[in-house]
């Protein structure tokens, strides 16, 4: 849900996972007997508006107890790496970001398959790109099912745009930027108004992150190969994103960190790459703000940033329950719930026509119409494909956009040392 390119991955090699502790099958514990107790944990990267969802869960399974782990983005994925690979400490249902599920679902064994308990059930709910990622590498198993996705808009700070001279409506704003080179062409022009303690943009990172994303191929092939030095489209985000450093446009405060919680509060920058997740972290984050915020349209106009899947670890001992809370969890009734109170936008097509989400608008982001830019951005969405090292790739790039951007090197320089870093993932 909340995923960081610019901030570095402390990677463990996924290599441990098919190595160690035989291959992680081996039978399924029976189903509880009728009204026994029931112990699930939950572990997550954030919150996923999934705790008032457990409370009304207990109504209809009163013999179950469910208990919600929360870590932060990359200490999650990694912690899962490590319990997968030791056969011990991970929960009963784990959520896995889009960025990392490649990386699991290529190891099948270690969790199970959702369709033994009857999700597959559930296939015609889903945005078929969606479904897919939850599949293991082969296709025949149900690994993981989608909450929700990151279809991609622009938020931007009404009072800053002010201050600069440039428009404030949203559809003004929008036609700023069309393209990718029109919005730093607005940044200069931000910039060139000297607003006061505020940049144009929080950090390169994940603007590289949302141009690579409207690209045809990404990071990697269709063969799961990395393709990062000779995909145009990778070379052109990275050119793109490093101007807006090299023009002083940035704040320098990379995702998810507390310098950056601190920026939503202080009006440090002006404009966010913002997934439909992205709008309830900014409610937390600049409570005092409510009016200031607008959503427009991304330029290129679509696009994907985020979005997870719920999985079911073979440790667990009590599988065929988890599968049910899960069903549960992603049902169509409860991701429009979700989003109408925390902002992650569902992945079932069925919604995004559904009038209670299409008039959803939100008093924080000036009455903005929330369910219809989000609905539009997910019917555009055109999917890529994601390889295994999918956030070591991610890595390597961004750790290469944040030395451009403190000054440690050109981005010629940075580049280079990139494909150097790119070529050592295995």
């Known amino acids: 849900m909340k995923p960081r390119l610019a901030v570095p991955l402390i990677s463990v090699c996924v290599v441990a996972l098919a190595a160690a502790c035989g291959g992680g099958g081996g039978s399924t514990p029976p189903a509880a007997k009728p009204g026994e107790k029931v112990k699930l944990s939950v572990a997550l990267f954030g919150d996923f508006g999934f705790k008032p969802l457990y409370e009304e869960y207990k109504k209809t399974h009163p013999n179950v107890e469910v208990t919600e782990q929360v870590t932060q983005f990359n200490d999650h994925h990694n912690n899962l790496i ?16 889009v960025g990392y599920i490649s990386t699991f679902t290529a190891q099948a064994s270690r969790f199970y398959d959702l369709d033994q308990f009857g999700l597959g059930k559930r296939q015609g709910d889903y ?109 052109q985000a990275w050119d793109l994103s490093n101007h807006l450093s090299l023009d002083g446009l940035t704040a320098k405060l990379a995702a998810f960190s507390p310098p950056w919680n601190t920026g939503f509060a202080k009006g440090s920058f002006a404009t966010i790459i913002c997934p439909a997740w992205m709008t309830g972290f900014i409610q937390e984050q600049a409570k005092n703000a409510t009016g200031k915020w607008d959503i427009a349209t991304v330029p290129g106009g679509s696009g994907n940033s985020g979005g997870s899947h719920l999985m079911v670890p073979r440790q667990s001992k009590h599988p065929k329950e988890a599968a049910e809370l ?6 169509k009734d409860n991701q429009a719930r979700v989003f109408k109170e925390e902002g992650t936008f569902p992945s079932i097509p069925a919604l995004y026509d559904d009038p209670s989400i299409q008039n959803f608008t939100k008093p924080f982001f000036g009455d903005a ?48 040392q990139v494909l150097e870093d790119v070529k050592k993932i295995k």
């Not at 036609?175 to 108004?193: D, H, N, S, V």
């Not at 994601?386 to 944040?402: C, M, N, Q, S, Y």
């Open 369 to 416: 119409p929330i369910g219809k830019i989000y609905s539009e951005a997910a019917k555009a969405l055109k999917p890529q494909h994601l390889g295994p090292k999918e956030p070591d790739v991610r890595t390597a790039i961004g750790d290469g956009l944040g030395r451009v951007e403190q000054g440690k090197q050109t981005p010629d320089q940075a580049w280079a």
């Open 127 to 235: 945005l078929d790109w969606k479904w897919q990622q939850g599949l293991s590498k082969d296709g025949k198993q149900l690994l993981g099912l989608g909450t929700d996705v990151g279809g991609l808009a622009m938020c931007y700070r009404k009072d800053l745009f002010k201050k600069a001279g440039l428009p404030t409506d949203r559809t003004q704003v929008a036609a700023l930027w069309p393209t990718w080179q029109q919005y730093i062409e607005t940044g200069k022009k931000f910039a060139a108004a000297g607003v006061a303690g505020a940049k144009f943009v929080d950090a390169p990172g994940e603007i590289f992150r949302a141009m690579v994303n409207q690209a045809p191929q990404g990071l990697y092939d269709d063969q799961d190969n990395i393709i990062v030095a000779s995909n145009p489209a990778v070379k």
């Open 326 to 331: 899960i069903d549960f969890l992603t049902s």
């Open 82 to 97: 490590k319990q997968l690979a030791t056969n011990s400490g991970a929960a009963d249902i784990e959520a896995v970001e």
